[in-house]
């Protein structure tokens, strides 16, 4: 059988071509792989982090570079390329160790994923690098993180006596409806 341009096809070409395409899917799989990894350690991908503008206006950016400050004592001169999950999940576990509670265990992992993807975006990191970011497990459970404290009658009379007076009616208020 001939192809209407001369040339030979049928079942073998059509198998050749397959061939091909998986070979070429081995050699290139994804886009994501596409960008080559720069060199790039921590430290210098936090400092290029908060250098943007973007970053600067959030009402949040003294607690992100303070998170970004405890991640570099730990990955700071590492290349960013060669954070692993596992070096992910064994940060949360000494930040749990520190007495720090799963809520901000959590903030401080979105942090740094946000970061990484904006790098990714941005081209100064590859597919390689975002790829452990979002597989890793939240700390914190729906509701694990609420408190259960109900003043007594004596710490709302001490807390009523020392605040200030235009909070006294809404301590008050809040005390004897149940608010939070």
Do not use: C
């Not at 070429?24 to 991908?45: D, G, W």
């Not at 060669?82 to 992992?109: C, F, G, N, W």
Request: charge should be positive; proline fraction near 4%.
């Amino acid at each position: 059988m001939r192809l209407p341009d001369g040339r030979p096809g049928g079942i073998e070409e059509a198998r050749a071509a397959e061939g091909k395409r998986k070979t070429q899917k081995v050699e290139n799989p994804t886009i994501l792989e596409r960008v080559p990894a720069k060199k790039m350690t921590f430290s210098e991908l936090a400092e290029w982090y908060l250098e943007q503008k973007a970053v600067k206006r959030l009402a949040s950016y003294h607690r992100i570079k303070g998170i970004l400050t405890k991640f570099n004592e730990v990955f700071g001169l590492r290349m960013v390329s060669s954070i692993k999950l596992q070096d992910l999940e064994e940060y949360q576990e000494r930040r749990a160790e520190q007495d720090r509670t799963p809520a901000t265990i959590d903030m401080e992992i979105s942090v740094v994923k946000t970061m990484v993807t904006k790098a990714f975006d941005n081209d100064l990191v590859d597919g390689r690098t975002v790829k452990a970011f979002p597989r890793i497990k939240r700390k914190l459970r729906r509701g694990a993180n609420t408190r259960k404290r109900i003043l007594n009658v004596a710490e709302y009379l001490r807390l009523v006596s020392v605040a200030a007076p235009h909070l006294k009616a809404i301590i008050i208020t809040a005390y004897n409806t149940g608010m939070r």
